[in-house]
């Protein structure tokens, strides 16, 4: 069982199209982060959200934790080519004891078609 | 600065053989990480070392993964006798002080094959 459950799996849009991708799990995160990662390399880390509710925006990137801390979104708005690539959310499970543990989804492959 | 590297970037063996995988963190970062990452998948964690205290090994999936971070710095990921559902991505990545919201530096990855 998925600790974390990322959708789509798979997202081909056109520029321009907005998108939304989803994290969502049955446990509460202390914290969660949403990494990008392109063929060939390492993910990067876009942002960590770490309270009930919070929302960050990052240029046309908007994340947000939700409310009991089990869920989270990343909208894209007016995708572009460069957008495209591996999305990975990540996140502490809470009361765990292991700090600093992270437990990824399986990631979201998105295409962006110009 | 120089980030996290890892050696080599490929690596391709026959089934039965060990390999070595080394991972260089960003220097005076004390929490290392190991991961495995199948095409296009998420990663699964396999290992965390935190300065000094005794390893998490709750993610290495058999008695034939073990890793070891000597000085507090490198880290070598060991694969004894290699299965071809071995096959992937070896991610490694280091952090500042190993907290969750921490961001983790990851390098760009040793990729296996054990035909």
């Known amino acids: 069982t998925q600790l974390l459950e990322q959708s789509p799996q798979f997202l081909s849009i056109q520029e321009g199209e907005n998108l939304t991708v989803y994290c969502n799990s049955s446990s509460v995160f202390s914290s969660l982060q949403w990494y990008r990662q392109e063929p060939g390399e390492g993910p990067v880390l876009l942002v960590t959200?770490?309270?009930?509710?919070e929302v960050k925006k990052l240029k046309r990137l908007t994340f947000q934790f939700g409310d009991a801390r089990k869920d989270s979104s990343l909208h894209i708005t007016a995708a572009q080519p460069g957008d495209t690539g591996l999305y990975l959310c990540a996140g502490e499970k809470a009361g765990g004891t292991s700090y600093g543990k992270l437990t990824f989804g399986q990631g979201t492959i998105l295409t962006v078609h110009p | 600065g120089a980030g996290v590297s890892q050696s080599p970037s490929n690596k391709v063996t026959e089934k039965g053989k060990d390999v070595e995988l080394r991972c260089d963190p960003i220097s005076g970062h004390t929490a290392l990480y190991w991961y495995r990452q199948s095409l296009g998948q998420g990663l699964e964690f396999l290992i965390y070392?935190?300065?000094?205290?005794?390893?998490?090994k709750s993610g290495l999936p058999s008695d034939r993964f073990s890793a070891e971070r000597t000085g507090g710095s490198v880290s070598t990921l060991t694969i004894q006798r290699t299965q071809q559902e071995d096959s992937a991505v070896y991610l490694c990545?280091?952090?500042?002080?190993?907290?969750?919201?921490?961001?983790?530096?990851f390098g760009p990855g040793t990729r296996l094959t054990v035909l």
């Open positions: 959200v770490v309270t009930g509710g």
């Open positions: 070392f935190q300065g000094n205290s005794a390893p998490d």
């Open positions: 990545a280091s952090s500042p002080q190993g907290l969750a919201y921490n961001e983790q530096f």
